[in-house]
């Protein structure tokens, strides 16, 4: 069974920072592309950053510069740092653990909630 449990979510200033991690268990992690997502109230979801099974990353415009995206396959986590928060940042936070090509999957965390007051 797999399971993705997220953590690192809380409440901080505009301008803070914040670590989310993301651990897996019940899948070979490595082999694995990971990602991160969020969805404001009233909002869809949206991707945030992703990184593939070699390490490759990519990020939406929007947190470019302030946010990376890391993982260590030793430890079956992938990590989100996020640097100069904003109040738009304010979502609550995802993780995704999927496989493109031609029997895809993909599995979800439970969420973990981030706050930046103003």
């Known amino acids: 069974q797999v399971q993705l449990v997220e953590s690192g979510g809380g409440l901080v200033q505009a301008g803070g920072s914040l670590r989310l991690s993301c651990a897996a268990s019940g899948i070979i992690f490595r082999i694995n592309d990971m990602g991160w997502y969020r969805q404001a109230p009233g909002k869809e979801r949206e991707l945030v950053a992703a990184?593939?099974?070699?390490?490759?990353?990519n990020y939406a415009d929007s947190v470019k510069g302030r946010f990376t995206i890391s993982r260590d396959n030793a430890k079956n986590t992938v990590y989100l740092q996020m640097n100069s928060l904003k109040p738009e940042d304010t979502a609550v936070y995802y993780c995704k653990l999927y496989r493109l090509g031609s029997r895809p999957y993909d599995f979800w965390g439970q969420g973990t909630q981030v706050t930046v007051s103003s």
């Open positions: 990184i593939t099974s070699g390490g490759s990353t």
